[in-house]
């Protein structure tokens, strides 16, 4: 968590510093230009895509750690139908692979071997994930260690829930892929239209003559019309990638990495076709 907030603030060092030495450069030599669009393009892409990629990774691990607490309780309750305590089922079963949730068992493992009660290790249990679900198994697994009956049974039932859980969340990621897919070929279609309005369509209007009707498209008028198109091609890629993100599991923080690069792309393009 604390990664994801310097690689942050290191971001905004970062899209300052560009600022500040694009403005000395625009200062120093005026013939350069000052173009709004390509700054906030890159002061956007340097801070949403390191974001966004240790947010991704971090989300990652929670949902690693989502997907293995049911294991976790599994385990439990096999340990626990043979009449073992649940204080040493925590401890057996600490010795497994729980993929990002392991470190947490073993803690809370070694926390129970120090003679610290079932009740009070398990308090903490899952909150570095900020994840309700992890949370609420360590709840239920302190109410069955306070009630001492059917252990087993409760850790069963609670695994099993959690695990259909898990493969509803599944299938709704993998549904929202196919939508992240369907919009990211709405933008190759977008980013497609807008170059070819910009390279030809668009000076062929600027030299038309009073004749056609079209004689007050002048020079001037052209540019902004292309400001404008390639403005809405920068937004149109921002907000698929925060969309895209949205969709997926309702953060918009989720959305920031492929935003970035969708913006990154579109400005790079632009600059290249000689857009912009």
Same mark, same amino acid.
């Given at each position: ?35 709004? %669009? ?44 043979? =009449? ?26 070694? %926390? ?9 290790? &398990? ?33 069963? &039932? ?6 259909? &859980? ?9 549904? &929202? ?10 933008? =190759? ?16 209007? =600027? ?24 403005? =809405? ?44």
């Amino acid at each position: 968590m604390r990664t994801k907030y310097i690689v942050l603030l290191l971001s905004y060092i970062a899209a300052l510093m560009f600022t500040l030495i694009y403005l000395l450069i625009y200062i120093r030599q005026p013939s350069f230009g000052f173009n709004i %669009l390509i700054v906030a393009s890159v002061i956007f892409a340097v801070i949403s895509i390191p974001y966004g990629y240790f947010d991704e990774r971090e989300i990652k691990r929670v949902y690693e750690a989502e997907r293995r607490i049911s294991d976790f309780l599994r385990d439990i309750a096999e340990y626990t139908t043979f =009449g073992m305590p649940i204080s040493e089922s925590i401890v057996r079963a600490s010795s497994s692979d729980y993929g990002s949730l392991s470190e947490e068992v073993k803690r809370v493992a070694a %926390l129970i071997s120090w003679g610290v009660p079932v009740e009070d290790a &398990m308090v903490d249990f899952g909150k570095k994930f900020h994840s309700q679900d992890i949370e609420r198994a360590g709840t239920i697994i302190i109410r069955a260690a306070e009630s001492g009956s059917n252990i087993s049974d409760v850790m069963g &039932m609670v695994s099993e829930f959690t695990s259909q &859980m898990q493969l509803l969340r599944n299938a709704k990621f993998s549904e &929202m892929k196919n939508y992240t897919a369907v919009m990211m070929i709405s933008f =190759g279609v977008f980013l497609f239209v807008i170059l070819v309005l910009d390279l030809d369509f668009l000076p062929q209007l =600027g030299t038309s003559t009073g004749a056609s009707g079209l004689g007050f498209l002048n020079g001037a008028n052209v540019d902004a019309i292309k400001n404008v198109f390639n403005i =809405g091609m920068i937004m149109q890629g921002g907000g698929s990638g925060i969309l895209s993100g949205v969709l997926r599991d309702g953060r918009v923080a989720s959305g920031f990495f492929l935003a970035g690069i969708l913006v990154l792309v579109s400005l790079v393009i632009l600059l290249g076709v000689g857009a912009i």
